[in-house]
């Protein structure tokens, strides 16, 4: 089992979803957990279950896209717990559309708080593990940043990003004793991939027929990757972009 006592982390995104999943994997392994995002509501109930599990947490209300979001979230994290050893960039958005169809307002988005909030909040992260002499970074990246998906341009680009983000950090630090690592989910049953379903006109089980696992994952079992990259199991991992996806990375395209 893996125990993370004595660790603070910092998830953002951590309402609902993938995020909501990490920050109860986090609070089950023994670390304080800053959880973050717009809805003051569902925060307060997400900090209430985590407390009902013992666990420190804490809740700061935030969009990703505000100026100066890095330092607010670093520095009440530390304020509160005492230290930032795991940051978790899970915060993201989705909208579908080619080039053409992308409208200027999607796309600025989209790379606001897929791609700048990342780069905002990482920058404040590293400042502070380097007083403390490290932590690990885990960025939640896609299947889509590895591979595209027709109909997503700005979603998938942003996850691409995100990838070689990911990449060029974890060789930044990788002497700092500062780890950084993405998972890049495939099909999860969250609230943004039933909007998406919504708006295609298609079921989960639709789906999930195409995933050579013939299901879509739960939100925990992305959590769990998450956790383990964040732990010393992991130790000697950095600059990595793990797929979870059910085995879609490993087709060359459509699964019979």
Excluded at 70 to 80: I, N
Excluded at 102 to 111: D, F, L, N, P, S
Excluded at 114 to 141: D, E, H, P
Excluded at 159 to 173: E, I
């Amino acid at each position: 089992m893996i125990d993370l006592s004595g660790k603070a982390a910092l998830v953002t995104g951590s309402t609902t979803g993938i995020g909501e999943a990490c920050a109860h994997a986090f609070a089950e392994a023994g670390a304080s957990v800053m959880v973050t995002g717009r809805n003051e509501e569902r925060g307060a109930s997400v900090v209430a279950a985590l407390r009902d599990k013992g666990a420190e947490a804490d809740f700061l209300a935030c969009d990703v896209r505000d100026e100066g979001v890095g330092d607010r979230l670093v520095s009440a994290t530390v304020e509160r717990f005492g230290a930032l050893d795991v940051l978790v960039n899970n915060a993201g958005v989705l909208s579908a559309g080619d080039v053409v169809e992308t409208t200027w307002e999607q796309w600025r988005e989209i790379v606001d708080v897929n791609i700048s909030s990342l780069f905002a909040i990482s920058k404040s992260a590293v400042i502070q593990m380097r007083k403390q002499g490290g932590g690990c970074i885990i960025n939640l990246a896609s299947e889509w940043g590895l591979n595209g998906e027709p109909g997503y341009l700005a979603y998938c680009t942003s996850k691409g990003a995100v990838v070689q983000m990911t990449r060029c950090m974890g060789l930044d630090h990788a002497q700092e004793n500062i780890r950084v690592n993405s998972v890049c989910p495939g099909e999860v049953h969250t609230q943004m991939v039933d909007e998406m379903l919504k708006e295609d006109g298609s079921t989960p089980e639709e789906l999930a027929a195409g995933v050579p696992m013939r299901r879509l994952a739960k939100p925990g079992e992305v959590a769990n990757c998450v956790l383990f990259l964040a732990s010393d199991l992991s130790s000697y991992v950095t600059g990595t972009n793990f797929s979870v996806d059910g085995g879609n990375d490993a087709t060359g395209g459509g699964y019979p």
